[in-house]
């Protein structure tokens, strides 16, 4: 919403400048987000007249120029303007004035001619922002514009020396969509009177119009129309153009460019028709036909559907209600007959139609956060006054007030107690009211302890009593209001669960990894991308009523989807070297309950190399595995730790996962998570061009296991004794089935064992695998023996081989 510095000093009288204006209106919640002088490129730009005209002896098109510009002696200025003569007051560019684009004026010679200014069009002082080239130099006539004098800045002599303020209004503010709801808020934070403009609208009381309005849909709420005979369609006058011009408007002619600054003004849209255009004299609000199109006034041919609402006459639609109107009622030279409205149509059903026609409008911007319906019949008879002053004419007897949709707000009470505890004030009633009245908002006082309230129609936002104590707080000033902190005495329980979820980050950091952060609504198409079938839980995700977009319509229920989307997002940006993890909810669908059951779990995503940057080539080069991965778990259960949870070959391969690269985490059966090597369907799916590593787990069911309680374990007195063991086992053959054989037959004297390698290959026949462990013994009372070890090792050969058909590798 842009005004200007004086437009709002019209309507109250405040003595402080632009930047206090813009303080003032920021601290009442009113963002400001510019405050710029008007025309700064006019400075050095004066009135000049001129006092002779002579032809360029060196160019057919030139003429040269005598100019007063107030000085000892005329200036001569080399002008191409066809319309330069004698006698006329035009702006003059003097050198050194830097005008819009950046242009500098310099004394200069033109075809051989000395030139010592330039004499200016509009357009070229930024005056003429979206009208057709004149073609020539400003005319300024004596009779519009007072103190044309030779010499005098042209700043004041158009008065333009203004300051454009721009305020970013919030959606639940549509009363400061108009310079007037701006200088109400300006007026009751100075505490000064709100002044208007003087209506005076001619008797029409128990006259029948000479036309007819037939409202047929509820998204009317309103609809005031008058119709003015014999206007003339000209110019607007300068003020009114300067007005428009300075808030980014384009001027058209005088009647549309009344009801454009009247909107600016009251924040009311209105539209003026072209009568004798209009079939059958009259005037219906409706919904569009299947199939129905009107061309609007930019020109453009648009479809219509059976949900948008129109303004038709008896024959065809003449405009889009609330938006925009049609080229065939439009107001144009011939026009001697025009039927003005001011309406006030359902927010919701100009915000639908005008996102379906993609036409964004400043109409369509104050509609669809809502009008004030009283605001249309006040609209309407400033609006025919100053057509009537600008455009002549008179009007019709009788006139149109539609307003069956209109409803009253409901009562509010504001108890005084209730506004000091909030606030923390201790304020009286007078007070409080005083300041309320400062915006309009006037109640009856019911005691000395509250008021009821009814709402303005202006300010669809205060809905409840909270509401208005906020008004309080406004006008107070939140700058004003004493700070006290809160006597309150709290204790504050210790979460083990949050601890733990700060452990698991820390671990993930600790090894290596990045947090992400993604929203907890994805796209719906995930569910195929990664294949999941029919019958799968997480198929049944829940949608959003109100979406951000399509591509984020659902609840998730697995964080992989996310992660995909960051993996992809950084290898596309030369960063495919990834450790990236998340910890978050998934929601699944309860049935018989209205909210969804939520699970934590923990999702993670590598590839890349094992050592990025790494001075060693041979360790910087090597792709991230699978060990790399259990490796990473193992480290996580142990900083947990949780004890007990095999990381073991899935039963079943995820839909998601490479078949045969696809294992579980399981205590005692129950599934925890699971990880492995991502399906090339499912990263071709995502967009992804290289392999990727996956872990899925439930942190809830993982927590919820009991953790181990930290021993103390002297230093070991004896020395260990070490012995590396290596066995051909059928390919099928889990290595971590034989590793919890080792230690089952390992005894008290083992005190650790671990695979250490994995080979297929050369002179490994097919569908074996050669696993090597390295077995530490130890006996924590005295040393140990070769006899004693040699038994014990041999009997974890023997469950070895037997269990597991392997056989011994020689050295």
Same mark, same amino acid.
């Given at each position: 919403?842009?005004?200007?510095?004086?437009?709002?000093?019209?309507?109250?009288?405040? $003595?402080?400048?632009?930047? +206090?204006?813009?303080?003032?209106?920021?601290?009442?919640? /009113?963002?400001?987000?510019?405050?710029?002088p008007?025309?700064?490129?006019?400075?050095? =730009?004066?009135?000049?007249?001129?006092?002779?005209?002579?032809?360029?002896?060196?160019?057919?098109?030139?003429?040269?120029?005598?100019?007063?510009?107030?000085?000892?002696?005329?200036?001569r200025?080399?002008?191409?303007?066809?319309?330069?003569r004698?006698g006329?007051?035009?702006?003059?560019?003097?050198?050194?004035?830097?005008?819009?684009?950046?242009?500098?004026?310099?004394?200069?010679?033109?075809?051989?001619?000395?030139?010592?200014?330039?004499?200016?069009?509009?357009?070229?002082?930024g005056?003429?922002?979206?009208?057709?080239?004149s073609?020539?130099?400003?005319?300024?006539?004596?009779?519009?514009?007072?103190?044309?004098?030779?010499?005098?800045?042209?700043a004041?002599?158009? *008065?333009?020396?203004?300051?454009?303020?721009?305020?970013? /209004?919030?959606?639940?503010?549509?009363?400061?969509?108009?310079?007037?709801?701006?200088?109400?808020?300006?007026?009751?934070?100075?505490?000064?009177?709100?002044?208007?403009?003087?209506?005076s609208?001619?008797?029409l009381?128990?006259?029948?119009?000479?036309?007819?309005?037939?409202?047929?849909?509820?998204?009317?709420?309103?609809?005031?129309?008058?119709?003015?005979?014999?206007?003339?369609?000209?110019?607007?006058?300068?003020?009114?153009?300067?007005?428009?011009?300075?808030v980014?408007?384009?001027?058209?002619?005088?009647?549309?460019?009344?009801?454009?600054?009247?909107?600016? $003004?009251?924040?009311?849209?209105?539209?003026?028709?072209?009568?004798?255009?209009?079939?059958?004299?009259?005037?219906r609000?409706?919904?569009?036909?299947?199939?129905e199109?009107?061309?609007?006034?930019?020109?453009?041919?648009r479809?219509?559907?059976?949900?948008?609402?129109?303004?038709?006459?008896?024959?065809?639609?003449?405009?889009?209600?609330?938006i925009?109107?049609?080229?065939?009622?439009?107001?144009?030279p011939?026009?001697?007959?025009?039927?003005?409205e001011?309406?006030?149509?359902?927010?919701?059903?100009?915000?639908?139609?005008?996102?379906?026609?993609?036409?964004?409008?400043?109409?369509? @911007?104050r509609?669809?956060?809502?009008?004030?319906?009283?605001?249309?019949?006040?609209a309407?008879?400033?609006?025919?006054?100053?057509?009537?002053d600008?455009?002549?004419?008179?009007?019709?007897?009788?006139?149109?007030?539609?307003?069956?949709?209109v409803?009253?707000?409901?009562?509010?009470?504001?108890?005084?107690?209730?506004v000091?505890?909030?606030?923390?004030?201790?304020?009286?009633?007078?007070?409080?009211?005083?300041?309320?009245?400062?915006?309009?908002?006037?109640?009856?006082?019911?005691?000395?302890?509250?008021?009821?309230?009814?709402?303005p129609?202006?300010?669809?936002?205060?809905?409840?009593? #909270?509401?208005?104590?906020? $008004?309080?707080?406004?006008?107070?000033? @939140?700058?004003?209001?004493?700070?006290s902190?809160?006597?309150v005495?709290?204790?504050?329980?210790?979460?083990a669960?949050?601890?733990?979820?700060?452990?698991?980050?820390?671990?993930?950091?600790?090894?290596?990894?990045?947090?992400?952060?993604?929203?907890?609504f994805?796209?719906?198409?995930?569910?195929?991308?990664?294949?999941?079938?029919?019958?799968?839980?997480?198929?049944?995700?829940?949608?959003?009523?109100?979406?951000?977009?399509?591509?984020?319509?659902?609840?998730r229920t697995?964080?992989?989807p996310g992660?995909?989307?960051?993996?992809?997002?950084?290898?596309?940006?030369?960063?495919?070297?990834?450790?990236?993890?998340?910890? *978050?909810?998934?929601?699944?669908?309860?049935?018989?309950?209205?909210?969804?059951?939520e699970?934590?779990?923990?999702?993670?995503?590598?590839?890349?190399?094992?050592?990025?940057?790494s001075?060693l080539?041979?360790e910087?080069?090597?792709?991230v595995?699978?060990?790399?991965?259990?490796?990473?778990?193992?480290?996580? /259960?142990?900083?947990?730790?949780?004890?007990?949870?095999?990381?073991?070959?899935?039963?079943?391969?995820?839909?998601?996962?490479?078949?045969?690269?696809?294992?579980?985490?399981?205590?005692?059966?129950?599934?925890?998570?699971?990880?492995?090597?991502?399906?090339?369907?499912?990263?071709?799916?995502?967009?992804?061009?290289?392999?990727?590593? @996956?872990?899925?787990l439930?942190?809830?069911?993982?927590?919820?296991?009991?953790?181990?309680?930290?021993?103390?374990?002297?230093?070991?007195?004896?020395?260990?004794?070490k012995?590396?063991?290596?066995?051909? #086992?059928?390919?099928? =053959?889990?290595?971590?089935?034989?590793?919890?054989?080792?230690? +089952?037959?390992?005894?008290?004297?083992?005190?650790?064992?671990?695979?250490?390698?994995?080979?297929?290959?050369k002179?490994?026949?097919?569908?074996?695998?050669?696993?090597?462990?390295?077995?530490?013994?130890?006996?924590?009372?005295?040393?140990?023996?070769?006899e004693?070890?040699? #038994?014990?090792?041999?009997?974890?050969i023997?469950?070895?081989?037997?269990?597991?058909?392997?056989?011994?590798?020689?050295?």
């Open positions: 919403m842009k005004c200007t510095e004086k437009w709002l000093k019209e309507y109250v009288a405040v $003595e402080f400048g632009p930047d +206090e204006i813009a303080a003032r209106l920021t601290m009442l919640g /009113l963002e400001v987000d510019a405050v710029e008007l025309y700064p490129g006019l400075d050095g =730009v004066c009135v000049g007249r001129v006092l002779s005209v002579t032809r360029h002896p060196n160019a057919d098109r030139l003429s040269l120029c005598e100019v007063d510009d107030g000085g000892e002696r005329a200036r200025v080399v002008c191409g303007a066809p319309n330069v004698p006329m007051f035009t702006p003059l560019a003097l050198p050194g004035a830097v005008l819009p684009g950046n242009f500098k004026i310099k004394v200069s010679k033109i075809r051989g001619e000395r030139s010592e200014g330039m004499l200016c069009a509009d357009r070229e002082l005056l003429a922002e979206g009208q057709a080239d073609g020539g130099i400003m005319d300024l006539d004596p009779g519009e514009f007072s103190g044309l004098v030779p010499g005098a800045p042209l004041e002599v158009l *008065g333009l020396r203004d300051t454009m303020i721009e305020v970013d /209004l919030t959606p639940n503010r549509p009363d400061c969509a108009g310079v007037i709801g701006l200088a109400r808020e300006l007026a009751g934070s100075a505490g000064l009177p709100l002044g208007r403009p003087e209506i609208p001619p008797e009381a128990g006259s029948e119009p000479p036309f007819a309005v037939q409202v047929e849909a509820p998204d009317c709420l309103r609809y005031c129309a008058r119709l003015i005979r014999g206007v003339k369609i000209a110019p607007s006058p300068w003020w009114l153009r300067r007005r428009l011009l300075a980014g408007l384009r001027p058209i002619n005088n009647v549309v460019d009344i009801t454009n600054y009247v909107m600016m $003004e009251y924040g009311q849209p209105m539209h003026a028709f072209d009568f004798d255009r209009l079939a059958g004299g009259r005037i609000v409706r919904r569009a036909k299947a199939g199109k009107i061309t609007t006034l930019d020109g453009v041919e479809q219509l559907t059976p949900e948008m609402l129109l303004i038709a006459d008896a024959a065809q639609a003449v405009a889009v209600a609330g925009m109107g049609g080229s065939e009622s439009e107001v144009g011939e026009t001697v007959n025009i039927l003005l001011s309406a006030c149509f359902e927010a919701k059903s100009v915000r639908a139609t005008a996102a379906a026609l993609k036409l964004a409008t400043d109409s369509s @911007y509609f669809e956060r809502g009008v004030d319906p009283q605001a249309a019949p006040q309407l008879e400033r609006a025919v006054k100053l057509i009537l600008l455009a002549g004419g008179e009007v019709a007897p009788g006139g149109v007030d539609y307003r069956e949709g409803v009253d707000p409901p009562l509010l009470t504001l108890r005084l107690g209730r000091n505890d909030l606030l923390g004030t201790d304020l009286d009633l007078d007070t409080v009211a005083g300041h309320l009245a400062g915006i309009e908002i006037h109640g009856e006082r019911l005691d000395d302890q509250a008021l009821r309230i009814r709402p129609s202006f300010r669809v936002d205060l809905e409840r009593e #909270v509401d208005l104590i906020e $008004e309080v707080a406004r006008l107070i000033g @939140y700058d004003r209001i004493p700070t902190m809160p006597l005495a709290m204790e504050m329980p210790a979460k669960d949050n601890d733990q979820r700060h452990r698991i980050k820390t671990i993930m950091v600790a090894l290596g990894c990045h947090e992400a952060v993604n929203y907890s994805v796209n719906p198409a995930h569910g195929d991308w990664l294949g999941l079938a029919a019958a799968d839980p997480r198929r049944s995700m829940l949608p959003l009523l109100n979406p951000l977009s399509e591509e984020q319509g659902v609840m697995t964080l992989l992660l995909l989307e960051n993996a992809r997002h950084n290898i596309n940006h030369q960063c495919p070297d990834l450790r990236l993890f998340e910890l *978050g909810k998934v929601f699944f669908a309860e049935p018989g309950s209205g909210l969804p059951r699970e934590e779990r923990l999702a993670a995503v590598f590839g890349g190399r094992r050592h990025p940057g001075p080539l041979w910087g080069e090597a792709a595995d699978l060990y790399d991965l259990k490796g990473l778990l193992e480290e996580l /259960l142990r900083g947990l730790r949780r004890s007990g949870v095999m990381l073991v070959p899935a039963k079943e391969s995820s839909p998601y996962a490479l078949p045969g690269s696809c294992f579980d985490l399981r205590h005692e059966g129950e599934k925890l998570g699971e990880w492995g090597k991502i399906h090339p369907r499912v990263l071709k799916a995502f967009g992804i061009k290289q392999e990727l590593l @996956y872990l899925d439930s942190t809830s069911r993982l927590l919820a296991l009991p953790a181990v309680r930290p021993t103390f374990t002297p230093l070991p007195r004896f020395p260990a004794v012995r590396d063991l290596a066995l051909l #086992v059928p390919e099928e =053959v889990a290595a971590g089935e034989m590793l919890a054989a080792i230690r +089952e037959v390992g005894g008290k004297l083992l005190e650790h064992a671990e695979i250490f390698d994995v080979y297929r290959g002179n490994i026949e097919p569908g074996r695998k050669s696993v090597a462990f390295a077995i530490h013994y130890r006996d924590a009372e005295r040393t140990l023996n070769e004693t070890v040699a #038994v014990v090792h041999q009997l974890i023997d469950q070895l081989v037997t269990r597991f058909h392997g056989q011994l590798r020689e050295a």
